[in-house]
């Protein structure tokens, strides 16, 4: 009979200390706040679905939780690393499952053409509050220079070389040149949304 | 766009474009999950990288953009008009060669001065004076917020003193540099310090002080 105080197959369920131990090692609420955050941000990035994103974090949470009930970490400090891969690994397997469906359905086209209309609605809204910002931040921009090198850069993706050729700008220069572009866009963004505007929230 | 560093910012970059490294994606990742404003940060690029698409796919972006004008045609008015100042500030105190770029033999040179100096010896800007006559054009980094116009003394340092030597106007192009256009047998062997002081503004604005060595080639 196996020793169930010292689970070693990877499936198994955590004792109850163990997995108090486990959650001990996320840190206080407060850290495992904001690595989740961290990790739905993270997902995100990734998969570009938010309720998707919330979803994979909870199994990602759950992965490492029993994880560190088995076996705690030997460096604490490699925990967002371990929490990051545990994301990405679960946001890959997710990709694979989506596409081995399409190719069993079959139906794939008349799933896409009959979408949730909830879920458009709101990603619809968050896109379009996005580019509302966007827009506006980039008229309000004072130098011109700043939006073009903006535009290059972030929607064409010109290398360095390019940018500072079309723009007369020394390649010693080109860093600081974006990076004030940047920060004043930052301070116009600053300026006219609060976190709590629904009209910024997809820039937050 | 917070207060990160433009390394940060161009890694943030190559992320969201798909060209990491293995080594740096798992950095960047890690980052991500940890560091609350460098994933804000990443949040936002992202958020301004398809707003730029979608803004792209409806054909505005063109609009926002006004088609640059060649190199010298910006400054040409403000070049005129720090010459001329040049020619009546600087008569009392040095002869005054007027610069002609389009002058055969006449070389323009630029200097570029970043607003990042804070109590450091070395000098912002070094320029080694060449023996061929230099029409020299100081561009000046004046901040995020830079005013419409600034008036611009040069002063030579001696010892603990400073002697005034030019008083000249820059004007702020389109690029948001104040910029300014002189001869640069103005610019005897020395070091120097530049004040900037805002114009044609009603907002408060602080002076802006740079320093140049200039030697002998």
């Known amino acids: 009979m196996a020793d169930r105080t010292e689970p070693t197959t990877e499936g198994a369920a955590p004792s109850d200390a163990a997995s108090h131990a486990g959650s001990a090692a996320l840190g206080t609420p407060a850290d495992q706040a904001r690595l989740r955050d961290g990790v739905v941000a993270l997902l995100q990035s990734l998969l570009g679905d938010p309720s998707l994103a919330q979803d994979l974090c909870h199994e990602t949470f759950r992965i490492v939780l029993e994880r560190l009930a088995r076996r705690p970490l030997e460096d604490p400090a490699r925990l967002p690393a371990f929490l ?15 596409a ?8 794939q086209d008349a ?3 009959a979408p949730d209309p909830r879920d458009d609605h709101d990603l619809t809204l968050h896109e379009e509050a996005s580019v509302r910002a966007v827009r506006r931040l980039l008229r309000e921009l004072r130098w011109p220079r700043d939006r073009e090198i903006l535009v290059r850069v972030y929607l064409h993706e010109q290398d360095k070389e390019t940018v500072c050729r079309q723009l007369g700008i020394d390649e010693e220069h080109y860093k600081r040149v974006l990076h004030r572009a940047r920060a004043r866009l930052a301070v116009l963004l600053q300026r006219r949304y609060r976190r709590s505007d629904l009209f910024c929230s997809a820039l937050f | 766009m917070t207060d990160i560093s433009p390394e940060e910012a161009e890694l943030i970059r190559q992320y969201l474009a798909g060209s990491l490294s293995e080594k740096d994606l ?15 940060e990443v ?64 070389v323009t040179e630029t ?22 006559p230099r029409t020299v054009e100081l561009r000046f980094d004046v901040g995020l917020e830079p005013a419409p116009a600034y008036g ?45 002081v805002p114009r044609q503004t009603d907002r408060d604005l602080p002076t802006v002080h740079y320093t140049l060595r200039v030697t002998r080639s």
């Not at chain 2, 798992?26 to 804000?40: A, H, Y």
């Open chain 1, 84 to 98: 990051a891969q545990t994301a990405r690994y679960l946001a890959i397997e997710h990709r694979k499952r989506a």
């Open chain 1, 100 to 107: 081995r469906r399409r190719t069993m359905t079959g139906q």
């Open chain 1, 111 to 113: 799933i896409d053409a």
């Open chain 2, 26 to 40: 798992r950095m960047v990742e890690t980052r991500i999950v940890e560091d609350p404003e460098f994933r804000n």
């Open chain 2, 43 to 106: 949040e936002l690029t992202q958020a301004l990288r398809q707003g730029l698409r979608e803004l792209q796919k409806r054909g505005e972006i063109a609009p926002l953009l006004s088609p640059r004008r060649a190199f010298w045609s910006p400054p040409r008015v403000a070049l005129a008009a720090s010459l001329a100042t040049v020619a009546l500030g600087a008569a009392s105190f040095l002869f005054f060669l007027r610069p002609d770029p389009a002058a055969p033999g006449v």
């Open chain 2, 111 to 132: 200097l570029y001065f970043v607003q990042t100096r804070s109590a450091g010896f070395e000098p912002d800007v070094t320029w080694r004076q060449p023996r061929a």
């Open chain 2, 152 to 196: 611009v003394t040069v002063e030579r340092v001696r010892g603990q003193d400073t002697d005034p030597v030019l008083s000249l106007d820059a004007v702020t192009t389109d690029d948001g540099e104040a910029i300014v256009a002189l001869d640069g047998a103005l610019l005897k062997p020395g070091d120097y310090e530049l004040n900037l």
